[in-house]
């Protein structure tokens, strides 16, 4: 039960240039959120995650996307916390127009804060536009959005592999593909 088709599945276009712009470090990582904005989407866990990706010093954006009960609150929290400059409420957009569009070509990683046990859904429209996403339902049990904000912060700070490069914990791993292995 998805919204998403074919054409609005991410390029290989898209990824390369998803890849390079993540590589080249130039930009601030640009994270994204998009739902309804309740308490069972976690929506009321982004501003404390971006207030801790702040005292990280994790340059980073967040958009928000959707509407909600929470949203006036998000907004002064916002405010409160002067993250105006780095997370924004861009509201509802339309799916297959505008939001699929943002994020295959501007998103670098989905913020799942969820509550609920399965938003299957939401990981399927946003891995069809070819975003990772990071959440630990542990860490929002708990109550300690904090903890995304370091799984975030570390993926910020490592330097990316290139596509075959092997991981130097493990020297003898396989790189999973071959660029000439199906040509």
């Not at 990582?29 to 309804?36: D, Y």
């Not at 308490?39 to 990706?53: R, S, W």
């Not at 505008?98 to 399927?124: G, V």
């Amino acid at each position: 039960d998805t919204r998403t088709t074919n054409e609005l599945c991410v390029s290989a276009e898209q990824q390369h240039a998803r890849r390079e712009r993540i590589f080249s470090r130039q930009k601030s990582i640009q994270l994204a959120f998009s739902g309804r904005l309740i308490e069972i989407k976690g929506a009321h866990f982004l501003v404390p995650i971006a207030a801790q990706l702040r005292n990280l010093h994790i340059p980073f954006e967040l958009k928000i996307f959707g509407e909600g009960s929470l949203k006036s609150s998000i907004q002064n929290q916002i405010n409160e916390l002067q993250l105006n400059n780095c997370v924004k409420l861009m509201g509802t957009l339309d799916f297959a127009q505008k939001l699929m569009p943002e994020f295959a070509n501007n998103i670098d990683l989905f913020i799942a804060p969820h509550i609920q046990s399965d938003p299957a859904c939401t990981y399927l429209e946003t891995l069809a536009a070819g975003v990772p996403i990071v959440g630990e339902q542990r860490a929002l049990a708990d109550h300690q959005p904090g903890k995304i904000a370091l799984q975030l912060g570390r993926h910020a700070q490592q330097r990316p592999r290139q596509p075959g490069q092997r991981d130097a914990r493990n020297q003898n791993q396989q790189p999973l593909h071959q660029p000439d292995q199906y040509a």
